[in-house]
């Protein structure tokens, strides 16, 4: 219970991987404050709290996290929040780059920009961000996508160089394909019918053979938050079932 007595921020953290890690650091111990647009109907967890948040939107990230403090010391800040979008270059258009953008990179700068300071002040803080794969390496289809995790990528180094006295640890996750009910929705949407083949082939994309869990992100996670990781800050760890190395 190594999290216990500690608040954890999560945004993006009603589903998929976002859930995951929330679970993870209730069964920790942790009391989790969860930053989403959409929040369940209900909350079967005295340990967790849900805020109806657009982390676009600075003032509304700002009020929440300056709530949460006013009560607890925060200790944590973990960067989930994201939207995908399939297409190259001159598939995206400005109002689909803008999007991405809003979400993906200012909604991580938001969130960064309200918890630092608080960090600072109580001595210290934790802070991972959830990037991707393809943020370091190139993925057919994925112009914008790419260009908004190669962002997070970039704020990860630069928020623990420039906090390291005061501190905070930042790393961040690179998730390759992972099994969520986003994949499943998408999959449903574009090739209705075929879904076990479509399975298959994202499967058999990864050199493992499979695409990941939500969990086994998030046990990787909650290892990244924890004292145990202590020496460990500015680094990007790809849990990607071999892609970036052995997919070639």
Do not use: W
Not at 98 to 118: E, T
Request: net charge negative.
């Amino acid at each position: 219970m190594e999290f216990k007595h500690k608040h954890v921020v999560v945004t993006g953290g009603s589903s998929g991987i976002g859930a995951a890690i929330v679970q993870k650091f209730v069964e920790e111990g942790a009391f989790v404050h969860v930053l989403d647009v959409s929040i369940p109907d209900a909350n079967t967890s005295s340990q967790v709290a849900y805020h109806e948040c657009n982390i676009a939107q600075q003032a509304a990230v700002q009020q929440i996290v300056d709530q949460i403090v006013t009560r607890h010391p925060l200790h944590i800040l973990v960067n989930n929040a994201g939207i995908a979008y399939v297409g190259k270059l001159e598939d995206t258009s400005e109002a689909d780059l803008d999007r991405l953008y809003s979400v993906n990179i200012k909604g991580v700068y938001n969130c960064l920009y309200a918890v630092i300071p608080h960090f600072k002040q109580q001595g210290g803080g934790v802070i991972l961000n959830i990037a991707s794969v393809a943020g370091s390496v190139g993925i057919a289809g994925r112009f914008a996508y790419s260009m908004t995790k190669g962002a997070v990528l970039a704020m990860t180094y630069s928020v623990a160089k420039d906090y390291l006295q005061a501190n905070i640890r930042c790393n961040a996750i690179s998730p390759a394909r992972i099994h969520t009910p986003f994949v499943d929705g998408f999959i449903a949407k574009h090739y209705p019918g075929q879904e076990q083949n479509m399975l298959a082939q994202l499967a058999a994309s990864q050199p493992i053979g499979r695409m990941g869990t939500p969990e086994e992100v998030a046990h990787l996670a909650v290892f990244l938050c924890s004292d145990k990781a202590g020496f460990i800050t500015g680094t990007d760890y790809p849990i990607d079932g071999g892609f970036i190395k052995l997919n070639s």
